[in-house]
Nanobody, 121 residues
């Protein structure tokens, strides 16, 4: 099983920036896609951004233009730069990876435990 660990969640003021990191380890196969989800207080977990191993990135409408995701395939790491943060960005941010398997038609999915990002004055 792939181990996934997030880091970087801290308290920032509105308008500030935050950089989250995700590291995946113990993977025997290629990590196809890496993604950031978040769960805001009282809301469902939602996909914020994702990036494929070919560096194609996708973003939720609410973060487009403010968040940028990047990855290092050699190290199996991903980062998300979050700018112009708003109160509504307060959430637990989770990293998820989709991992290739010996079956070309199937992927495994692994989650990290999350990191808290809080926007507050």
């Amino acid at each position: 099983q792939v181990q996934v660990m997030e880091s970087g969640g801290v308290l920032v003021q509105p308008g500030g920036s935050l950089r989250l990191s995700c590291a995946a380890s113990n993977s025997r196969f290629r990590i196809n896609t890496m993604g950031w989800y978040r769960q805001r207080p009282g809301k469902e977990r939602e996909l914020v951004a994702s990036i494929t191993n070919l560096f194609t990135a996708d973003y939720a409408e609410s973060v487009k233009g403010r968040f940028t995701v990047s990855r290092d395939n050699a190290r199996n790491t991903m980062e998300m730069q979050m700018n112009r943060l708003q109160y509504d960005d307060t959430a637990v941010y989770y990293c998820k990876v989709w991992v290739a398997t010996a079956d070309p038609h199937r992927e495994d999915e692994d989650w990290g435990r999350g990191t808290q990002g809080t926007v507050s004055s």
